[in-house]
């Protein structure tokens, strides 16, 4: 087959053979060599031509299947099935939930990362056992692996990494791996860090907002302790320390309950969208003035909230993506805190 021709094998170089395989075929179908639907050779045929083990093979074919550039047909072979989307850089990008405020950071990463990458986005839900599966099935096939790192407990509890997270991170080498958002207990200090600081970020944002935040009587945090997909605790001290210092009452309540009893001088700090919408809702049927009466601050900003005039406390998404965009093509390794922001609107 005209692929033998093509390949090339260097048995001195420090490369893994199976990691030459996905380079050799990826360069020809970037040269043209190689076009959609070319079939090549089966993974015996390779082996015995290369001398190489079949599980070498074995392991370079299901790296290129990982990565849709080769599809296996039952009875038939392998072929080439991506040509366009071959690129210098693959990275893969997991998140843990699919949010508004998450994927504005994966657009940005995206827009400012161009074209000369491709990027592949999952979702893994908090979840310790799918993360674990995705990074053993991708360990190999990505040039760097950006990662935004929050779990959850068997109690639904948020936890930032778990033994089995760290072990699994340890197995990708540092220059790789690049953490978002989520920074606490990152067992390598030298990897690649965009992150917030939950417990200051939202305490320092507070105290932006101190001046109008003091005429309200009662400060309430809309803080759900168990959920799907649960919040780092650090919210929840940050606030605490921001109302002790300040000698403010407060109350921390797991969610706007229906028909829930809104005093005149109530100010809210919301984190669930869910929690905003029928917080409004109940502020409008009760006939108060929001921010006059009542107030609101939410947590993460969203064009909705910007339009419909909410205040909020939020991390720059902008400069979280931008900003791993940038060090991933500069190949530099940093540490980088994200600016958080306290923006006033008519609800506060």
Known sequence: MNLIKLISIDENSRIPKYQQIIDSIIHNISEGNLKMDEKIPSINVFSEEFYLSRDTVEKAYSILKERKIIVSIRGKGFYISRTKLISKINI??????LSSYKLRTYNYFINSIGANAH????????????????????KGAYDYFVIMPHFKTNDFKHISLTEKVIDALKLIPKEKLVILDNAKSVPNAKITQIYQDFENDIYDALNKGIAK???????????????????PKRILHGFRKFCVEHDLDFEVIEKIYQDMVIKKGDLFVTIEEEDLVNLVKQVRE??????????????????LKELLGITVISTDFKVMG??????????????????FNFIDRESL
């Open 286 to 303: 009760d006939e108060f003035k929001l921010g006059t009466d009542v107030g609101i601050i939410s947590y993460n900003d969203t064009p």
């Open 213 to 231: 935040i003091k005429k309200y009587k009662k400060i309430m945090l809309v803080y759900p302790k168990k959920a799907i997909y649960p919040y």
């Open 119 to 138: 990027t592949d986005l999952h979702i893994y839900h908090c979840n310790e056992a799918l993360f674990l599966n995705l990074i053993e099935k991708n």
């Open 322 to 339: 931008e900003t791993a965009a940038k060090m991933i093509l500069d190949k530099t390794n940093k540490k980088i805190k994200v600016p």
């Open 92 to 97: 893969l990008f997991l998140i843990n939930k």
